[in-house]
C-alpha cells in the first residue's frame, strides 16, 4: 500500500502542475460575456483619404487572428467596437548623410481612440492605441507615404487587438 502511495504522489505532482491553465481566449473580465463583436468603419479625424478603411481592414483582421471575438455586423453583434482616428505624427527619422536637412527616413505615430459598447449603447471598455512606423523614403513619396501608413495601420491594429482581446 505504502509503494503505490509513493508512486501515485510524484504523478499527482506532475498533473497538479498544469491546473492553473486553460486553452482558448482569456478575454478581460468585463469583456467575457461578448463573443460577437461588430467593427463599424473608424472616424477620420486626420486629413488623410481612405485611412478609416485601411485601419478598420486592419483591426477586423487582426481580431479575426485573435479568435477572441466573432465578427459579426451590427445587428447579431453582442458589442460594437467605435473607433476614431485622431491624428498622424510625423517627423524626420533620419536625415541624408550630405544633406541634414534632407530627409531619408520618415518616423509617422498614428494614434487612436476606440470604444465597446454593448446593445443597449452603454460603455463597456474605452482606450485607446498608437503605433509607430518608419520607412525609407524612395523618389515616389506617394508610394512610400502609403506604405507608411499600412504598416502604421498593421501595428496599431495589433494592439488594439491585444488590448481588446487580453487586456494588455
Known amino acids: 500500500m505504502k509503494r503505490i502511495l509513493l508512486l501515485l504522489a510524484p504523478v499527482c505532482l506532475l498533473l497538479s502542475g498544469c491546473a492553473g491553465y486553460t486553452l482558448g481566449a482569456q478575454k478581460p473580465a468585463h469583456l467575457r460575456h461578448v463573443t460577437k463583436l461588430a467593427v463599424p468603419t473608424f472616424t477620420n479625424m486626420t486629413l488623410e483619404p481612405r485611412l478609416a478603411v485601411l485601419v478598420t481592414n486592419a483591426v477586423i483582421k487582426q481580431l479575426q487572428v485573435h479568435g477572441s471575438y466573432e465578427i459579426v455586423n451590427r445587428r447579431d453583434a453582442d458589442a460594437v467596437l467605435e473607433g476614431s482616428i485622431q491624428n ?13 536637412l534632407r530627409t531619408s527616413q520618415i518616423l509617422a ?8 459598447k454593448d446593445t443597449s449603447g452603454a460603455s463597456i471598455h474605452v482606450g485607446a492605441a498608437s503605433a509607430d512606423s518608419y520607412i525609407i523614403l524612395d523618389p515616389n513619396l506617394q508610394l512610400s507615404e502609403t506604405q507608411l501608413l499600412e504598416d502604421a495601420s498593421q501595428r496599431l491594429a495589433v494592439t488594439l487587438a491585444n488590448e481588446v482581446s487580453e487586456g494588455w
Open 88 to 100: 498622424i505624427q510625423r517627423s524626420q527619422f533620419r536625415s541624408d548623410r550630405n544633406n541634414i
Open 109 to 116: 505615430t498614428l494614434n487612436c481612440s476606440y470604444t465597446i
